[in-house]
């Protein structure tokens, strides 16, 4: 019986969350230096699963699996140095770590390899070394760097600009769940770019990526319904898609909910709750652009004033106009985040425990014409 076959029953204990039990049948074959256990085994001890937790325990078991050529164990190096879980964070060190996962074929440790030399942390600086990793690990199926390359794409960074060839890429990872480029691809389906517009398609994806709780594709959903677009007319399903990425905390979802209720928009006007809303708006729009927050500060404060009268003067006129112009559909397809994203991946040859899925994904950028 070879050691990976030995390793099995320990496997299957994990996956059924029976984790003392997995400590246990791993034990003696991290004893006998099994890089494959000694990962295993440091996941439950990362993780204090099965025993206590002891990230202390758990680096030290990663570093023998890794040096023994694990790429799992190599990838979950980088990730304690690129974050600083337990270590100093050294960025160096980490994209040493993922340079030799990748060179295994490890997908996400490319792509965390190309987010740092897209940004020159512990690297130098070059789109084009970036790409080149996006590129590899897209072409294997891994939707983080189909996504990045349609950024790629996109932004005529390391590769030529082509909305075409964005949409391409958005589309593989979308196909895959990755509610990022399922919203980037309906902004572009909606909008035509290099492609024939196609509202009901962007649509359905907007829709996927909000069942994924992606706030921006509720705005965008709200926006579509407004216009009619894509889907029948309805300033009540509208207002809905707007309350809904209001209550999440999307800026431009809050601008928007604020100017139904202030006009009576598919909500019963109610002027003290369009200002409440509002001023969320605004207290949200930090490194928005200048003319985002003069639009959203206007609106404050006109309802500030409206309500001011409205104490001191009755009637009050209930039609007044509260947004410069109705909500138009166009958005811009978002920049690249600042994070890269991490989903769980299951080795080729060897069954692993599987990686946590991040969630500490980085903050959109909110979406405007």
Do not use: C
């Not at 040096?67 to 974050?83: C, N, R, S, T, V």
């Not at 999440?248 to 009576?264: I, K, M, P």
């Not at 609106?299 to 039609?319: G, S, W």
């Amino acid at each position: 019986m070879t050691q990976a076959s030995s390793l099995r029953p320990a496997l299957e204990a994990y996956r059924a969350k029976n984790y003392e039990e997995a400590r246990r049948l791993a034990a003696p074959l991290v004893a006998m230096d099994d890089p494959d256990a000694q990962f295993l085994m440091a996941q439950l001890n990362e993780k204090g699963l099965g025993g206590p937790q002891d990230k202390p325990a758990a680096r030290n078991l990663y570093v023998k699996s890794a040096m023994a050529g694990h790429p799992f164990a190599q990838y979950a190096l980088g990730e304690l140095a690129f974050k600083g879980d337990g270590v100093q964070q050294n960025y160096n060190r980490a994209a040493g770590w993922y340079a030799k996962a990748a060179e295994s074929g490890h997908t996400l440790a490319m792509v965390r390899l190309g987010y740092l030399y897209s940004t020159g942390q512990g690297v130098p600086e070059d789109a084009n070394r970036a790409t080149e990793l996006f590129e590899q690990a897209a072409e294997v199926g891994e939707p983080a760097a189909q996504y990045h390359l349609g950024l790629a794409y996109l932004t005529g960074t390391g590769k030529p600009h082509s909305y075409a060839q964005a949409a391409n890429w958005f589309e593989k990872a979308a196909e895959q769940g990755d509610a990022d480029s399922q919203y980037n691809l309906a902004l572009i389906l909606e909008a035509g770019l290099g492609i024939d517009s196609d509202p009901e398609r962007a649509v359905y994806w907007l829709k996927q990526a909000a069942a994924q709780g992606l706030l921006p594709a509720y705005t965008s959903l709200g926006l579509l319904a407004y216009n009619g677009k894509g889907m029948p007319q309805s300033s009540k399903e509208a207002a809905d898609w707007f309350q809904k990425a209001a209550e999440g905390g999307d800026a431009e979802g809050q601008f928007l909910y604020a100017v139904a209720l202030a006009e009576g928009t598919g909500r019963p006007q109610d002027l003290a709750r369009a200002l409440n809303w509002a001023e969320k708006s605004v207290a949200s729009s930090a490194g928005e652009p200048q003319e985002v927050v003069a639009e959203r500060t206007g609106l404050r404060d006109q309802l500030e004033e409206m309500l001011i009268a409205q104490r001191t003067v009755r009637p009050q006129p209930r039609n007044q106009t509260y947004a410069s112009q109705t909500p138009a559909t166009e958005t811009t397809v978002r920049a690249q985040s600042q994070e890269t994203r991490v989903a769980s991946v299951e080795p080729e040859k060897v069954e692993e425990p599987e990686e946590d899925e991040e969630d500490d994904k980085p903050k959109r950028r909110k979406l405007r014409d």
